[in-house]
């Protein structure tokens, strides 16, 4: 209803030119037929293929005006008041003619009483007409009418389906709910059915494919990806203070708990070693947190036009606010925002629009950032408050080693059981989580070109081959732990 009374009002504030972007045409035309019944004006809609026609009956229009010129001239010589919808006229602003006559329109609306709506998926106004214009976005539904919806849903389902009930509860209704929050309500209603439609129930792993097709709705051209596979922290070898921090925070983030003076988490930043499980910690949070998981990808960011850049990272930003609560990681953020002063000064109009979401961002998004290179970043970043904490990952110990060897050997259908786990731990002094895995990589390939199975004997021999990078490069590993010492959270 709110979107009835909102576009009225604009109608009869006597707005020459209304500009919606939305794809939900039917709704937005069901909307200004009922406004034009309740202001008894005439309401007419153009497409393209069919032409002028007045909505809910056959017009006198109707073998007139076929081309956008043609239409636009009409309505420019008619009297009579009327609002007049024109479906997917964006490629026809382009023309100096039909900005003329469209401008010529508003300016006299006055004595014509038109009011033209301009209706597309997407529509960049000319400058002339942008003081005779304004914007409208409908909205979305919010969590009451989403929860009707899929409850109507189901209903539906239960009518076709003889009369038996769907399967749920009602964390797993709530949690879909707050998937579909931000969708329209078209595209809320059709992951719903699709959640619904397949076995009859709403479960845990429903869950996922519905967060990528709203992911796939809203589209964002490569720039954001949708990591479909999160993992658990069960797949990485400590890191204990940083579980102990997100279990803490979870509740809070998750919605499960509310109370007064206990901020949303804004995010963390992960610096450390390559190689010691940071992207694998980022993915973690996902999946422990039971939240979508977005890469920001700075590779694809960048743009060689001027304000490109800028743009694509907000566009990206916007995106991760409608599919919040998720996970926000940006993997090597030193590299989309390092002030190197090579670039035009692009890093830092990137930084600028970085810290300003930051600073007013309401929604739940979790910002994961990691990073290798701590010189390159920024201080205005660094300083408490722009991210909760920073943590820094650090090459492994005994037994954190230890853990990554049964890790890796469980993966690959190896039973931990029968190799001396601590020996080898000790044998990879030094090594990180990556490089151990590698070794048992390594060591496999071993076994199949002789014929064996894996054994302790080649796993040693794989490990004592190979020159850790903590060895290659030492002195950058000991500045790097020297620099983190007294600034940074040990991440275990």
Not at 446 to 473: D, K
Request: net charge negative; charged share 25%.
């Amino acid at each position: 209803m709110s979107d009835i009374k909102d576009l009225e009002l604009l109608i009869k504030s006597n707005v020459p030119i209304i500009v919606i972007e939305s794809h939900e045409e039917v709704r937005v035309l069901g909307i200004i037929a009922k406004i034009g019944a309740r202001q008894r004006m005439p309401v007419f809609r153009w497409t393209i293929t069919e032409g002028i026609r007045e909505l809910g009956r056959l017009s006198s229009h109707d073998a007139k005006a076929i081309q956008p010129t043609e239409v636009l001239a009409e309505i420019k010589s008619t009297r009579a008041g009327g609002i007049y919808v024109l479906s997917d006229f964006h490629p026809f602003l382009d023309d100096p003619v039909h900005t003329r006559l469209l401008r010529d329109i508003a300016l006299r609306q006055a004595e014509g009483d038109h009011t033209i709506v301009l209706l597309s998926h997407s529509l960049t106004i000319p400058a002339e007409l942008e003081r005779c214009s304004a914007r409208y976005n409908l909205s979305v539904p919010d969590r009451e009418a989403l929860r009707a919806l899929v409850l109507e849903e189901a209903q539906s389902w239960s009518r076709r389906s003889g009369g038996r009930n769907v399967r749920t509860n009602r964390v797993y209704l709530e949690r879909l709910v707050e998937t579909l929050l931000g969708l329209p309500v078209d595209e809320a209603r059709r992951l719903s059915r699709g959640a619904i439609e397949d076995d009859g129930a709403i479960t845990e792993e429903d869950l996922p494919e519905v967060m990528k097709a709203k992911f796939d709705m809203l589209g964002q051209d490569g720039v954001l990806s949708f990591e479909y596979d999160t993992a658990r922290f069960s797949d990485v070898g400590g890191l204990r203070a940083l579980k102990r921090w997100l279990d803490v925070r979870k509740p809070v983030f998750t919605g499960e708990l509310s109370t007064p003076g206990l901020d949303t988490p804004k995010g963390l930043m992960l610096l450390g070693v390559q190689g010691c499980g940071k992207s694998l910690a980022a993915k973690s949070v996902a999946g422990v947190w039971n939240a979508p998981l977005l890469r920001l990808d700075f590779g694809t960011l960048f743009n060689k036009f001027h304000g490109e850049t800028e743009r694509n990272l907000r566009n990206s930003l916007q995106q991760a606010e409608l599919m919040s609560p998720c996970v926000l990681w940006i993997d090597e953020i030193e590299k989309g925002i390092g002030a190197d002063g090579m670039d035009g000064g692009t890093s830092k109009r990137v930084l600028g629009t970085l810290l300003t979401w930051m600073a007013e961002n309401t929604a739940r998004v979790f910002i994961v950032a990691t990073a290798n290179d701590i010189e390159s970043l920024p201080p205005e970043l660094m300083r408490k408050g722009r991210l909760d904490e920073i943590f820094f990952v650090d090459l492994p110990d005994l037994e954190n080693r230890e853990a990554i060897f049964k890790i890796h050997l469980s993966k690959r259908d190896l039973e931990p059981q029968q190799f001396n786990t601590r020996e080898l731990a000790r044998v990879a002094d030094g090594f990180s989580g990556s490089e151990i895995e590698q070794a048992v990589v390594a060591g496999l390939y071993s076994a199949h070109a002789s014929s064996s199975g894996l054994n302790q004997t080649l796993l040693v021999e794989e490990l004592q081959q190979t020159r850790p990078l903590s060895i290659v490069m030492a002195e950058k590993l000991n500045y790097l732990r020297s620099w983190a010492a007294q600034r940074t959270v040990p991440a275990d």
